[in-house]
């Protein structure tokens, strides 16, 4: 079955830099890749999500790449806010067994 | 439009008790996955359920854990004789699509 790994697990920046979460998948037939924010106590939400006939989407400060041949994904977030600290998740559909399957997790803090 | 809706979102048990966590889907979604997180970790996949059909269940365990989504009314996660490991955060998501997952708040489970 499909296995996600993210990194990194923790990453801080001052507030108006950019962030970058990197995942990987391991099945080649996987073709749709979700983005998902979790704030504390709250149940993750989708922010972003790509599909496999695309190689980057943008919506405002947030960004997905998609890379195929090498199987990664990368979220980008843009001019930061501190409102942006939160769990980011990244996810791969498993194909065969038609489920989302996710990665650790990124926390990620925005200092002021 | 109501989003996915869980309840209770705290549940406190003592060891041997059942546990039961309902969840009612988005308006026009019949598809329903139910997802357990620990803490600082990732969500990890039990059950996918249609409405009256179990689809996919690799990650609930064999004994103890059951799931339902009857033709009327809520999705049904059932725990019973739980024991301290079973703590941990419940989240249900519902889709019309298989992909683009929506989630609740969750529940959390507390075993005492």
């Known amino acids: 079955g499909e296995n996600v790994e993210q990194h990194p697990s923790t990453l801080s920046v001052q507030e108006g830099d950019s962030a970058v979460i990197k995942c990987t998948y391991s099945?080649?037939?996987?073709?749709?890749f979700p983005w998902y924010k979790q704030e504390l106590g709250k149940g993750p939400q989708l922010i972003i999500d790509i599909r496999s006939n695309v190689g980057e989407k943008k919506d405002q400060r947030i960004a997905v790449t998609l890379n195929k041949t090498a199987k990664h994904f990368s979220l980008h977030i843009t001019e930061t806010q501190p409102e942006d600290s939160a769990v980011y998740f990244c996810a791969a559909v498993d194909q065969g067994a038609q489920k989302l399957v996710f990665g650790q997790g990124t926390r990620l803090t925005i200092n002021p | 439009n109501a989003g996915v809706m869980q309840n209770p979102r705290h549940l406190v048990r003592r060891r041997g008790q059942e546990a039961r966590l309902r969840c009612s889907p988005m308006?026009?979604?019949?598809?329903v996955y139910w997802y357990r997180q620990l803490p600082e970790e990732g969500l990890k996949f039990m059950v996918y359920l249609q409405k009256e059909n179990i689809i996919d269940e690799s990650g609930m365990p064999k004994e103890r854990f059951s799931a339902e989504f009857p033709k009327e009314g809520p999705s049904i996660l059932r725990i019973q004789q739980v024991v301290r490991g079973d703590s941990a955060a419940y989240f249900c998501a519902s889709s019309t699509e298989r992909e683009k997952l929506f989630f609740g708040s969750g529940t959390q489970l507390s075993v005492l």
């Open positions: 099945d080649s037939a996987s073709n749709y």
């Open positions: 308006k026009g979604h019949s598809h």
